[in-house]
């Protein structure tokens, strides 16, 4: 199972950037799915999660009513909606890929050890 992170990019804060990690192998339908971002110097922190079908979705404090996770799994992929950017945004943002939870399960709650699939990461970079 790969995944494929882009998007990311230089924006002033208030900006906006839409992040996609498409995978390929698996199946991606029955795959929990979240994004984590790392600034230098700090831990991987979750940011936001979609379940395998798309009916929950789960966020970070600090991106509450700022970002919007979504999928589309009949192209496999994954999107992340940044509005309002901040220059504490600034992080490599990860996708990851989690398989056999429940469709209920707050994947807030679930460390990043746990999932078993991740990308490359892209790297947001926002400018005060």
């Known amino acids: 199972v790969q995944l494929q992170a882009s998007g990311g990019g230089l924006v002033q804060a208030g900006g906006s950037l839409r992040l996609a990690c498409v995978v390929s192998?698996?199946?991606?339908?029955?795959?929990?799915m979240a994004w984590f971002r790392q600034a230098p110097g700090k831990e991987r922190e979750f940011v936001a999660g979609?379940?395998?079908?798309?009916?929950?979705?789960y966020y970070a404090d600090s991106v509450k009513g700022r970002a919007t996770i979504s999928r589309d799994n009949a192209k496999n992929t994954v999107y992340l909606q940044m509005n309002s950017l901040k220059p504490e945004d600034t992080a490599a943002y990860y996708c990851?890929?989690?398989?056999?939870?429940?469709?209920?399960?707050?994947?807030?709650?679930?460390?990043?050890?746990?999932?078993?699939?991740w990308g490359q990461g892209t790297q947001v970079t926002v400018s005060s």
């Open positions: 192998g698996g199946t991606f339908s029955s795959y929990s």
């Open positions: 990851a890929a989690l398989s056999g939870f429940s469709d209920y399960d707050d994947l807030s709650l679930i460390r990043a050890d746990d999932y078993d699939y």
């Open positions: 979609v379940s395998w079908s798309g009916d929950n979705t």
